[in-house]
Nanobody, 123 residues
Framework: QVQLVESGGGLVQAGGSLRLSCVLS????????IAWFRQAPGNEREFVAA????????NYADPVKGRFTISRVNAENTVYLQMNSLKPADTAVYSC????????????????WGQGTQVTVSS
C-alpha cells in the first residue's frame, strides 16, 4: 500500500519561504512521478509542480514559476517543494500525489494522495 506523508507547512509572512516535504512509503519510490497540488477554500484543487521519476524534468504552474522549486532525493524517498517569495495568494492546503509512470499536470492522472499540509501566508 502506497502512503504519502507531507510536512513543512505553517504560517509565514508575505515574502517569506517554506520547504514542504513529501515522503512515499510502501513501494519503490524511484518508479513514481510526484506532483504537488494545492486547494484554497472555495477553489478547485490546482496543479503546482511535478517532477519525473529521474528528477530531470520538473514542470511548474505559471503562478509559481521562478518562486517554487521541486526536487527529489530518491535515496530518501522524498520530494521537496521549496517555496520562496510567498504571497497571500499561495495560501492553501498543499498535497503531494504519486503515479507510477510519466508525470502529468491533471489531478486525475495521480493514483495516490497524501493528507495535505496547510500553508498560510499573511500580508
Amino acid at each position: 500500500q502506497v502512503q504519502l506523508v507531507e510536512s513543512g507547512g505553517g504560517l509565514v509572512q508575505a515574502g517569506g519561504s517554506l520547504r514542504l516535504s513529501c515522503v512515499l512509503s510502501g513501494r519503490t519510490f524511484s518508479t513514481f512521478s510526484i506532483a504537488w497540488f494545492r486547494q484554497a477554500p472555495g477553489n478547485e484543487r490546482e496543479f503546482v509542480a511535478a517532477i519525473s521519476r529521474s528528477g530531470e524534468t520538473p514542470n511548474y504552474a505559471d503562478p509559481v514559476k521562478g518562486r517554487f522549486t521541486i526536487s527529489r532525493v530518491n535515496a530518501e524517498n522524498t520530494v521537496y517543494l521549496q517555496m520562496n517569495s510567498l504571497k497571500p495568494a499561495d495560501t492553501a492546503v498543499y498535497s503531494c500525489a504519486a503515479r507510477a509512470g510519466l508525470m502529468g499536470t491533471s489531478r486525475l492522472a495521480y493514483d495516490y494522495w497524501g493528507q495535505g499540509t496547510q500553508v498560510t501566508v499573511s500580508s
